[in-house]
C-alpha cells in the first residue's frame, strides 16, 4: 500500500503532495530530494529508481523533469509502484495536454481529482483516462504549448517542410475545441531508440533498437482502428525473413528479437497479414513494443584517434559521421567514450563555429561525453579531448606508447533517439 505521493520540480518544490496514511514523518519530500540530489553511493551519476531511508522505501521515476515519487512503509513490488507512476503520469498529460510544472500549477485542483480517484486510501484503483471520465468533472486550463520545445526525443528524423505542428498532440483528450466541437483526429509516432557501440576504428561491435509504436487518439464513438505493418515482418531470431532494415526508405523486410502488445490490440490476423485490429482507448498509448538486436546500417559512423601529448597526457579525437540525406536533420545525439580508470582531468575543444553542442566529463563512471542537439545529413563534426591521467597509477616511466594502444582498443557509445 502507498503512504504518500508527490511531484517535486527539479528545484525540489512541493507542486503536488498526498498523505494518505499518515504513517510517513514529515519531511519526507525533503529527504527524497536531498538524497537523489547529492546521491554518490557506489560512484553512481544519478539515484536508483528505489530506494529506502530510516526504514521508509521511496520509489520514484523522473518525467518531463519533474520527479513523481511514491512512499511506503511496507514490502510492496517494486516494478508496480513504477508502472503506477509512469501511469499517472501518463494519464495527467492526457487531462491536461501538456506535463510541465506550469501545467501542474494550474490545473492543481483538476490532478487532485484525479489522484482521488486513481488511489483510494494508498490502494491503486484504476489509471484508465477513459473510465476516469466518469468521475472528473474540473476542465483543463491549457498552456500555451507554442513556449515548449519545437522539437523533443520523439522528432529523431524530421523533414523541415513536413514536421507538424507542436500543437498537434499537446491538447487534453477531454477538452472539446472552441464551440463545443469534437477533435477527430489520430496521431501515430514510431519512436526508435538506437544504441550502438563502435571501435576506435568505426567498426560496430554492438547495435540495439528499442522501438516503440506510440498513438494519441481524439476520436469518438471507440471506432475499430487496423493498423497494417510491413507484411514480410518477422519475429524471433529464427525467423525465415531475410533481414534488411532500412530506417530510412521503409523498405525491406525487418526482423525483430522480439515484441508486446497493448492490451486493447487483438492480434488475430496478425501472423496472417500483419495487420494490428484495435479500439484505441482515449489519451496516448504504445501499440506495440519491440527490439532488435541483429546487425543494421546505423545513420551514424563515429570513430576516435588516440594520440600521445607528452608525459601522462594524451588527445582524443573523436569524429561522427551523418551517413543520411542532407535534407533530414537528426537530434539529441549523445556519444560516450569510456577512459582509463586513472583519468584525473579532461579539457575539450569543439570545432570553430560549434553551436548546440555539450562536453562534460563523467568522473563516476569514467566516460567522456559529448551531445550533440542537432545534425544534418552529409555533415561531420569533431572534437577534441586533452586527457591528464594520475601518474600514481601507472609510474613516472611507463611509456604512453603502450598507454595510446589501449585506448585505441575502447569503444565509442552513441545513443540517439
Known sequence: ???????????????VFRDYRGEVPKG??????????FWNEDEAEEAPPVFNIDGVNYVHVKVAGLFFVVTTMVNISPSLLL?????????????????????LRKNFILVYELLDEVIDFGYPQTTSTEALKSYIFNEPIMVDAGRLPPLG??????????????????????????????????????????????S???????????????????????PEIRLALNEDLGIGKNSSSTHDYRSSSGGGSVVLDDCNFHESVQLDSFDIDR?????????????????????????????????????????VLLKI??????????????????????????????????????????????????????????SEHTLRAKLTFSQESHGMHLSLACLVYALSGLPAILHFL
Open 1 to 15: 500500500m502507498i503512504s504518500q505521493f508527490f511531484v517535486l520540480s527539479q528545484r525540489g518544490d512541493h507542486i
Open 28 to 37: 519526507s519530500a525533503e529527504i527524497f530530494f536531498r538524497k537523489v540530489k
Open 83 to 103: 508502472e503506477l507512476l509512469q501511469r499517472i503520469a501518463r494519464v495527467t498529460k492526457d487531462y491536461l495536454g501538456v506535463l510541465n510544472e506550469d501545467s
Open 153 to 198: 526525443p520523439a522528432a529523431m528524423f524530421m523533414q523541415g517542410t513536413k514536421r507538424m505542428p507542436g500543437t498537434a498532440v499537446t491538447k487534453s483528450v477531454v477538452a472539446n475545441e472552441p464551440g463545443g466541437k469534437k477533435r477527430e483526429e489520430i496521431f501515430v509516432d514510431i519512436i526508435e531508440k538506437i544504441s550502438v557501440t563502435f
Open 200 to 222: 576506435s576504428s568505426g567498426y560496430i561491435l554492438t547495435s540495439e533498437i528499442d522501438g516503440t509504436i506510440q498513438m494519441k487518439s481524439y476520436l469518438s464513438g471507440n
Open 275 to 315: 495487420t494490428l485490429h484495435l479500439i484505441p482507448p482515449d489519451g496516448e498509448f504504445p501499440v506495440m513494443n519491440y527490439r532488435m538486436t541483429q546487425e543494421f546500417k546505423p545513420p551514424f559512423r563515429v570513430t576516435a584517434l588516440i594520440e600521445e601529448a607528452g608525459p601522462s597526457r594524451a588527445e
Open 321 to 378: 559521421r551523418a551517413d543520411f540525406p542532407a535534407n533530414v536533420t537528426a537530434n539529441t545525439i549523445t556519444v560516450q567514450m569510456p577512459v582509463p580508470s586513472y583519468t584525473m582531468r579532461a579539457s575539450f575543444e569543439l570545432e570553430a563555429g560549434a553551436v548546440g553542442q555539450t562536453t562534460d566529463f563523467k568522473e563516476g563512471t569514467r566516460r567522456l561525453e559529448w551531445n550533440l542537439k542537432k545534425i544534418v545529413g552529409g
